[in-house]
C-alpha cells in the first residue's frame, strides 16, 4: 500500500487534526504552533507531499510547488479568500485548491452587525474613554456620545439598509437587521450575476422578511442607505470602490461597515469623510495594507472609526467549522475524490 | 393672568426646549450649557419656581424644594430613574414626579445586543490592540481572539438566552435576537409582577417570535443561558443579585450583559469570574460607583470586560424624544393637567 504526505503549517486544533489522524496511510507534517512556520521549514518538509494544509498567511508559488514535487495533488487552505495562492501555478500543474466557504457566514455577520453598531454608537470611544481612566472627568450632558439610531423609534420614519455585494454574508446580515426596524434593502452587485435568478430570490427573500429588496446602482446605495455593509469580493473589480466620491454621496448620518477586503476601500478618503463630517462613522474589521497598521494610521487615529483586526470569522465554532472543512478538502484532494468546497482554479486563469 | 417660572438646567436641545418656549405665559430659566450648573446657581433660581426640569446629576431633596417654595407644583427628570429624588420630600409636599420611560426602550435595546456580541467576540480587546498600535505585531493564528459564537452555526445545538428582568427592553432585546438563532428564553422577574397576566403574554409574544418563552428562578437563568441581559430596576431589591453565588452557576462559554444599573452585579465578584474564566466575557454600560471608574477598577483591567460609560440611551432620536417628553411633563405639571409619564411618588414612600 502506498503512503501519502500532508503538509499542515500550523495548529488547526484537535478536530481538525483527528480528521487527517484517521487516515491510516496519510502521515502528517505538522507545525504544530501557532506562529506561523519559516519558510525554510516549509520548504524543506514539502519535499515529496501530495497534499498542503496552509493559512492565509502562507505563500503558494511556484517556489512552494516545485519544492513539493510533481505527486502533488491538493493545497488546501484554512481560508475563504486565496490572495496567497498563486492560481496560474496551480493550474499549469492540474492540482486542485481547497477553500472554506459559508461556514463562516454567521460569525462574520454578526460581527458586522456589531460594528454597524459600535460604529453608529460611538461605542469605540466610549471604550476608549474608560480605558483612559477618563469616566470620572466626563461630562454627562443630554447629547453627550449621542450618535444616529440604527433602530427605528416608533413614528420616525423608515431605515434603509445598503450593501456592496448581496451573497450569503449579506443575506444572513439582513436577516438579524430586520427586527431593528429596516423596511427597505438596496443592494449593488456584479454584474457577472445572473440578474434573473437574483430577482426571483430578492422577490422570496423580501417576502419571507417583510420587506423590499431591491438592486440598483452603486451610486444608489450610497445615497439612499443609513448604514453601508462591503461584502463584496477583494481583487482588482472592487479596488476602492468606497472612493471620495462614494463617501460624499452617502448621508450624514449614515455609517459604513467593512467586513469583506480592505482594498474595497480607499483609507485617505475615508478619514477625510469622517474627519468633515460627510457621513457619520465606520466599523472596519479590514483595513487595505493589514496587518500593517499603526497608531499613526489615518483611520486609526479617527475618533469615529472602530478599527478592528480583522477578527470576522473568529469564533470557536466557526474557525473549528473551518479547520475540519480544510481537513476535509485535503483528504479528499489526496485520495482523489471530488472537495467539499474547491475554487475552479482554471476559471480564473482563462 | 398669572405668570409661571420653570428652571431647566441644563441644554436639553431646541426641540424641547421650544416646547417650553411655545407657552407665553411661562418663564424660563435656563442654564444654558452641557456641563451641570453649581447647586447655588440652581437654589439661587429655584426661587418662585413652579416647575424643574433636571437631569439624574442635579439632587432633588429637601434643600431644593423649600427653596423654591410652596408655588412648585412640579419636577420632570429627564431620565427612566430617579435616585436622585427623594420621593418622601416630594409625597409630603403634594408634588408631581415626571420622568421618561418607554422612549428610550430601543435605543438601549441596541445597545445590549451590541454589548452581547463584543463581549463574545472579544471586541474590546480587538479594539485596544488598534489603538496601541499591536495590530503589526499580532499573531494570526487558527484562534486568534476567538470567542464564542452568539449566534447558531447550521446544526451546531441550541441557544438559550436569559433575562434578569423581562420588562420593555428585555422583550426588544429579545426580538432583535431571534434571527441570531436563539430558540429559548428564559427569564427572572420580580415576585410582584402579575403572574398569570405574564404567562398570557410570553405564550403571545413566544408564538409571535416562534421561539419559547419561560419564567424561571434566578439560578437557572444563570445556568442555562449562553447570554444574560441585566434589565432589572436598580435599587435594594436588586443589589448584587449578581453575586458570586449566581457567576460560579454560569455557562464557562457563557457573556454576562448589563444596561440597567450598576448596583445589580458585585463588580469584584465579577472581575473574578471572568480572571478566573468561571464566564467568558461581560458587556458594561454601567458599573457600581460611577462615574468613578479609573483604569484601576478590577472591571476596566479585566479584558474580558467591556465597559463602556452609560451610553444606553444615547442616540439623537431617543435623547430628544426624552428631552421632549421632559418637557411636556413640566408644563403639563404646572398647568395642572396629568403627566404623560409620571411616577406614583406615594407608591414608593408609603
Known amino acids: 500500500m502506498s503512503r501519502f504526505k500532508v503538509v499542515v503549517t500550523r495548529n488547526i486544533g484537535p478536530d481538525a487534526l483527528g480528521i487527517i489522524r484517521a487516515c491510516n496511510d496519510i502521515d502528517m507534517v505538522l507545525w504544530n504552533h501557532d506562529e506561523r512556520p519559516e519558510r525554510e521549514w516549509v520548504l524543506r518538509n514539502a519535499q515529496g507531499a501530495h497534499g498542503f494544509l496552509v493559512l492565509m498567511s502562507d505563500k503558494v508559488n511556484d517556489e512552494l510547488l516545485d519544492a513539493a514535487g510533481p505527486q502533488l495533488r491538493v493545497v488546501s487552505t484554512m481560508s475563504v479568500g486565496f490572495e496567497h495562492c498563486d492560481l496560474r501555478a496551480l493550474a499549469k500543474r492540474d492540482l486542485l485548491l481547497g477553500h472554506t466557504p459559508d461556514v463562516l457566514t454567521d460569525a462574520v455577520a454578526d460581527i458586522g452587525v456589531m460594528l454597524a453598531l459600535m460604529a453608529s454608537r460611538n461605542a469605540g470611544q466610549g471604550h476608549k474613554i474608560v480605558l483612559d481612566g477618563q469616566w470620572p472627568k466626563m461630562v454627562w450632558a443630554p447629547f453627550t456620545l449621542c450618535g444616529p439610531q440604527i433602530s ?90 468606497v472612493s471620495e466620491s462614494f463617501l460624499r454621496k452617502m448621508k450624514r448620518t449614515a455609517v459604513l461597515v467593512n467586513v469583506s477586503r480592505g482594498t474595497v476601500v480607499d483609507s485617505n478618503a475615508l478619514a477625510k469623510a469622517l474627519k468633515e463630517e460627510w457621513i457619520w462613522g465606520a466599523g472596519l474589521d479590514v483595513v487595505e495594507g493589514e496587518p500593517d497598521i499603526g497608531q499613526d494610521h489615518p483611520l486609526v487615529k479617527e475618533p469615529r472609526a472602530v478599527v478592528i483586526p480583522h477578527m470576522g470569522s473568529g469564533t470557536h465554532e466557526t474557525r473549528t467549522e473551518m479547520a475540519k472543512l480544510a481537513a476535509m478538502n485535503v483528504v479528499n484532494g489526496i485520495y482523489g475524490r471530488p472537495l467539499l468546497a474547491g475554487v475552479d482554479v482554471k476559471r480564473y486563469v482563462d
Open 152 to 241: 427605528t423609534l416608533s413614528g420616525a420614519g423608515r431605515r434603509t439598509v445598503g450593501f456592496v455585494g448581496f451573497g450569503r454574508i449579506a443575506q444572513a446580515t439582513l436577516k438579524r437587521l430586520v427586527p431593528f426596524g429596516f423596511q427597505s434593502c438596496l443592494y449593488a452587485g456584479s454584474k457577472r450575476q445572473n440578474q434573473d435568478a437574483n430577482r426571483e430570490r430578492d422577490v422570496e427573500l423580501g417576502s419571507q422578511l417583510g420587506i423590499v429588496i431591491e438592486r440598483v446602482d452603486l451610486e444608489e446605495v450610497a445615497k439612499a442607505s443609513d448604514v453601508v455593509f462591503l461584502l463584496c469580493p477583494g481583487g482588482e473589480e472592487t479596488h476602492h470602490l
